[in-house]
């Protein structure tokens, strides 16, 4: 899923956005924005501030994909009502 010729589509990048700051909310709930996006910013080499990010993302987006590939959808970013 990391190879170049790789295709999805903007549904499962933004599932796969939600689903990595949703796993580094839980993970680090104090976090603000401007820490992930510092955190995520690219280098001149294509790699990101932390390292760890863009395989935390990748992550995030294989989860997407398991979940589709399992049932049909993604289906952690749909709204919970109490």
């Not at 990048?13 to 909310?25: H, M, T, V």
């Not at 104090?30 to 863009?54: H, N, W």
Request: glycine residues 4%.
């Amino acid at each position: 899923m990391t190879e170049d010729s790789d295709k999805i589509t903007v549904e499962q990048a933004y599932s796969a956005a939600y689903e990595y700051l949703l796993r580094r909310w839980e993970h680090m709930p104090e976090r603000l924005i401007a820490d992930e996006l510092s955190d995520m910013s690219l280098l001149d080499d294509g790699g990101s501030a932390d390292p760890a990010c863009k395989r935390e993302f990748v992550e995030a987006l294989r989860a997407v994909l398991d979940a589709e590939a399992e049932s049909g959808r993604y289906t952690r970013a749909d709204q919970q009502l109490a």
